[in-house]
């Protein structure tokens, strides 16, 4: 069945630094890719969304974009804040619409 | 927009008592979800309604567990008995059509059972 794997965490820069997180998929057709963010104490938040080949999604200076030839859609952001510490979920919807298949999470760190 | 409200935030019980959590949708939206987050199993997809009426709830953990969406502005997760394996953070969120479209999640209730 479909599966979304990400990086493990947590993953721990410094202000400033440029991020990525990698997140990998397997899916039997064209599925809709995700990026959420969960806040400390939060619910999940979409940051973006990518729904075709090549697409890239942004947001608040991430952003991702959807290779389907290495089935991935990897999280960047060229200088991240201490703002930014949560964490990030990747996750693909495929078919039915209704089915979000998530990723297990990566947790930010971002010193000062 | 109020958002999606979960309510209570914080619920702790004993093992074997009856726990309600409560979900007020943003207006307007079609699809609930109820979702389930711990450390163990990540987020986990309990039951989805689409226009109040239950299309998916093969991800509920069993006959302790069940759902109800009397109308589109309320919906309810019941355990009855709770038991300390279901301590966990309970999450709604509701989306205008399916999880293809943003889903917004509320705040989540955090649920402990002694």
């Known amino acids: 069945g479909d599966s979304v794997t990400q990086m493990e965490g947590p993953v721990t820069l410094s202000e400033e630094a440029f991020l990525t997180i990698n997140c990998t998929y397997t899916?039997?057709?064209?599925?809709?890719l995700f990026w959420y963010v969960q806040y400390p104490g939060e619910g999940l938040q979409l940051l973006l969304k990518a729904t075709k080949a090549d697409d890239k999604g942004s947001n608040k200076g991430f952003e991702a974009t959807y290779r389907k030839e290495t089935t991935s859609f990897h999280l960047e952001k060229g200088s991240v804040q201490v703002s930014d510490s949560a964490v990030y979920f990747c996750a693909l919807t495929e078919g039915s619409n209704y089915q979000l298949i998530w990723g297990a999470g990566t947790k930010l760190i971002i010193k000062p | 927009d109020a958002g999606v409200i979960q309510s209570p935030r914080h619920e702790v019980t004993e093992m074997g008592q009856e726990v309600t959590l409560r979900c007020k949708p943003i207006s307007g939206h079609n699809s609930l979800f109820w979702y389930r987050q711990t450390m163990m199993r990540g987020l986990e997809l309990l039951i989805y309604?689409?226009?109040?009426?239950?299309?998916?709830d093969s991800g509920m953990p069993e006959d302790r567990f069940s759902a109800k969406m009397p109308n589109a502005s309320f919906s309810t997760l019941k355990i009855q008995p709770s038991e300390p394996r279901d301590s966990a953070v309970y999450f709604c969120a509701s989306s205008k059509q399916g999880a293809g479209e943003k889903l917004f999640f509320g705040s989540g209730t955090q649920l402990s059972v002694l």
């Open positions: 899916a039997t057709g064209y599925p809709s």
């Open positions: 309604f689409n226009n109040n009426v239950p299309i998916d």
